[in-house]
């Protein structure tokens, strides 16, 4: 008798053990479904932001350099930088020097 009592307890306790267990694994279960549903909020803000009208344009602008409708675009032509001289070398010259030979000349 004392037995079948002894192997019950051990019985009841390991059944007690998982129970306690799986309301520890119910816990993290609930903490990352918060944390899933809050970045699944982030997300859909972020979503209906990139699709609004005001980000595209802005995109458009800023991106693509694409103007408005009415917008007047300018293109400017490039500074012609070949006649510019640039010393490439890494001389131990003082930099008063490499000043001179840039602007004064040799």
Known sequence: MVG?????AV???SNVWR???????????EAELVQAQEEHDRLQ?????????????KEALEK????RS?????LLPQE???NVKYPMSN??????RKWWDLYIGD
């Open 4 to 8: 079948v009592g002894v192997v019950m």
């Open 11 to 13: 019985r009841t306790g």
């Open 19 to 29: 129970l306690y267990r799986a309301g520890d694994q119910l816990k993290l279960a």
């Open 45 to 57: 803000a972020r979503l209906s932001e990139v699709q609004s009208q005001e980000f595209i344009e």
């Open 64 to 67: 693509l350099g694409m103007g």
């Open 70 to 74: 009415g917008d007047v675009i300018l």
């Open 80 to 82: 012609e930088m070949s």
């Open 91 to 96: 001389e131990a010259k003082p930099n008063w």
